[in-house]
Nanobody
């Protein structure tokens, strides 16, 4: 079975940093692009960041560009989301996802094949 497991969520004060981790098992990790997406009540799921299978290409949504950084360690089969200068608007459930074929620029949820359960991040002002 494929398992995608996020961790690192919780409460954070606005302006502080947080790093989310995602450990993947059950697939050939470096065959897959990885992404971080988030869901806020009342809003559609938003693609935040994506990274190519090799890690040489990364893309970001405008809402987090310059604040968040995605990275991956193919040896550890882990992807990270470094969240800096957090804002209350960043409050959401954050999902990690894996996809073998990503035709729309790494930020479209429907392009991904496997998903984690999500981890809640709450940013307090």
């Amino acid at each position: 079975q494929v398992h995608v497991v996020e961790s690192g969520g919780g409460s954070v004060q606005a302006g502080e940093s947080r790093r989310l981790s995602c450990i993947v098992s059950g697939l050939t990790f470096d065959d897959y692009a990885m992404g971080w997406l988030r869901q806020t009540p009342g809003l559609e799921r938003e693609g935040l960041a994506g990274i190519s299978w090799r890690g040489d290409i990364a893309v970001y949504a405008d809402s987090v560009k310059g604040r968040f950084t995605i990275s991956r360690d193919n040896t550890k089969k882990t992807v990270y989301l470094q969240m800096n200068r957090t804002e209350p608007e960043d409050t959401a459930v954050y999902y990690c996802a894996a996809g073998k074929n990503i035709p729309h620029g790494l930020l479209v949820s429907g392009d991904y094949d496997y998903w984690g359960q999500g981890t809640q991040v709450t940013v307090s002002s």
